[in-house]
């Protein structure tokens, strides 16, 4: 790891998710976010209050709701690139399709 | 001996089942000294370690949706944030059990005030977390129920469920309970019939319990008829279901060709989570008093409403009923008190006398409907004074929301038919977007029949052609004028009275959910 000044990087994404940051997504994002070194967090307003992004229960806590911006912020040398990936997830809908009844059937 | 209690509740999950009644088991933790901080802290990791081990065991051999529960209970579990609490109580000279539970509950509490449905269904997720972990510290395994009850309770946890042999039967009646829970999720997934939010439920065993996850009614300790009544109602519904299932996702055309427009009514969002949006053209009747049930809800909870009704119809219509509240059903800082509410302030008439409540249920609309195909209809109402009156207040609305840069849209604005002056000459309220001819209230007016009054059930007939002259007139005026016109209402779902109503010139229905592959069936086999 470099001692420099460290890699800074921040994003704003909005969720479609049918439910918002459900039990679900917020499994996958904790586990991407767990996969960067970085220490990244993430808020509902840009203002805070900032939450660690690889807690499951302070992500979950944060109950965003479908339609809700999410505010990700990431620092340290692959803080880019982990934000990158998050913010791709939620845009991809957690990879969870547009038929959030299809498993209830 | 029980004596026979009927009780209902909201379906989380359809079918029949019949088995003793039996009250779920609750974790006990025993108390005791605390032992020396280090000592409480290796019992309490030691505990959610074989928690987690004991996830990873059943999660092997649970399908898909229990799985992603599972994996969801896991990452809890291995999350530092969830255990700190109790550490710093430990530290602080608490047991081990009493820590963890102090902790939990406090999430649990947290969740279960949640302001949104799917969030506050998490709760019984962190009481499964705690009782998991509890039950490890008391060195108990998962308790069993035995196979093919009907096990009843304030809620079921998801271990609960899965630790459960259904392959003989069985079902749950919980006296909360969430019809989004993941308890729900498995119990639909599984088949097993499952009523939420059944008040009187007793805490006690009985030998025999019947439930209609169809109509959402459970009766214990039935009598011999209601038991017999009851299978041949089963038998019955499962060969109708088998053929109406095949006409399930299947658009509605009748055996001449005619294409039928089949809605639902909703009256809680959360009945949705077991409707597939697949097998219906969207909802023709969401219902909006529930909202009022403990008072004048504000905004945001309305707006939260609807957006679950809106998004789970995946850019289906949605018409959204304004509130229909009367002296029958009171709401404090509302209602009029009136000693014959069905011919007083009720409907659009008590919205305008209100104009303040009404107007955050406007503002709710307005916000909802930029994000879906979102309709509104007005109840009650009866003269064009009525309708232009309502429609200002939109407008009025929506240019205040322009102006604080709040995101909305205008929706179409139509009307309820329901009193005869206008299902006589609906040309007067030809400005409405849409008729939705309420056959009930319209029955019970046009017969001077009250229709909560069983000695007049004979005078509530679809097929008198008093009534149907009235349909055919408002389907006649709709098409001249070129309204759109639909009947929601008990009438739409008996299928007995399909044949009528389409004979009449309806060509769009809304129905209860439970009898939309019956109202399909039965459309399917009109000719007109």
């Known amino acids: ?105 | 001996m029980l004596s026979t209690l009927r009780l209902t509740g909201t379906v989380a999950s359809r079918g029949f089942a019949e088995g003793p009644l039996v009250p779920l088991t609750v974790v006990r933790t025993r108390s005791r000294e605390a032992g020396d901080a280090h000592t409480e802290l290796g019992t309490l990791r030691a505990a959610i370690e074989r928690a987690v081990a004991e996830i990873d065991t059943i999660a092997g051999s649970a399908g898909d949706e229990a799985a992603a529960m599972l994996e969801f209970q896991r990452a809890m579990l291995e999350d530092d944030s969830l255990i700190e609490p109790a550490l710093a109580a430990i530290a602080g000279g608490q047991t081990a059990e009493t820590a963890w539970s102090t902790a939990l509950d406090a999430q649990i509490a947290e969740y279960a005030s949640a302001e949104d449905e799917y969030f506050r269904a998490r709760s019984a997720d962190f009481r499964d977390v705690r009782d998991r972990v509890l039950r490890a510290l008391a060195g108990e395994a998962d308790a069993a129920p035995p196979p093919g009850a009907i096990l009843s309770g304030d809620d079921i946890t998801p271990s609960q469920f899965l630790a459960t042999d259904w392959s003989q039967g069985g079902a749950i009646v919980l006296r909360s309970g969430s019809a989004t829970s993941h308890v729900a999720m498995l119990a639909r997934a599984k088949g097993v019939p499952m009523l939420v939010g059944v008040s009187g439920l007793p805490h006690t065993n009985a030998s025999n319990a019947l439930v209609d996850g169809d109509d959402g009614a459970v009766v214990v300790a039935p009598d011999t008829s209601t038991v017999i009544r009851f299978r041949s109602r089963r038998a019955a519904g499962a060969l109708q279901r088998k053929h109406a299932e095949g006409l399930a996702t299947q658009p509605c055309v009748t055996a001449d060709g005619t294409p039928i427009s089949i809605y639902i009514n909703v009256a809680r969002p959360d009945e949705l989570a077991v409707i597939d949006a697949r097998t219906c053209d969207g909802v023709g009747l969401m219902r909006t008093e529930f909202l009022y049930d403990k008072g004048l809800p504000d905004e945001e909870t309305q707006l939260l409403s609807y957006r679950q009704v809106v998004a789970w119809a995946q850019g289906r219509p949605v018409v959204i009923r304004t509130v229909d509240a009367g002296g029958d059903k009171p709401v404090p800082g509302f209602t009029h008190q009136e000693t014959n509410p069905f011919l007083g302030v009720r409907g659009i008439r008590l919205a305008l006398a209100s104009p303040e409540v009404f107007r955050v249920q406007i503002r709710a609309l307005l916000r909802v409907a930029a994000e879906g195909n979102v309709s509104v209809m007005l109840p009650m109402v009866t003269l064009a004074a009525e309708l232009d009156a309502a429609t200002q207040l939109f407008n009025q609305e929506a240019r205040d929301l322009e102006a604080r840069g709040i995101r909305h849209a205008m929706p179409k604005l139509g009307i309820m038919v329901e009193v005869p002056a206008v299902a006589l000459m609906p040309e007067l309220l030809a400005d409405a977007h849409f008729f939705s001819i309420g056959s009930n209230d319209l029955m019970q007016y046009l017969m001077a029949a009250s229709r909560d009054n069983g000695a007049l059930q004979s005078l509530h007939d679809v097929k008198h052609p008093a009534f149907l002259n009235l349909l055919e007139n408002v389907v006649r005026v709709g098409t001249e004028k070129g309204i759109p016109v639909s009947l929601c209402g008990d009438a739409g779902s008996d299928p007995q009275a399909i044949q009528p109503l389409l004979a009449a010139g309806l060509r769009s229905l809304s129905v209860a959910p439970a009898q939309l592959p019956l109202v399909k069936l039965a459309a399917a086999q009109v000719r007109l």
């Open chain 1, 1 to 105: 790891m470099t001692s420099d000044t460290p890699e800074l990087a921040e994003t704003k994404v909005l969720i479609r998710h049918h439910v918002g940051l459900h039990a679900r997504p917020s499994v996958k994002l904790t586990k991407l976010a767990k996969t960067f070194a970085a220490r990244i967090e993430l808020a509902m307003s840009e203002a805070g209050p900032w939450v660690d992004a690889k807690s499951i229960v302070k992500v979950m806590a944060t109950k965003a709701p479908q339609g809700a911006s999410v505010f990700l912020r990431a620092q340290g040398h692959d803080a880019a690139d982990a934000v990158a990936a998050l913010r791709a997830l939620i845009e991809r809908n957690f990879d969870e399709g547009t038929t959030p009844h299809a498993l209830d059937t």
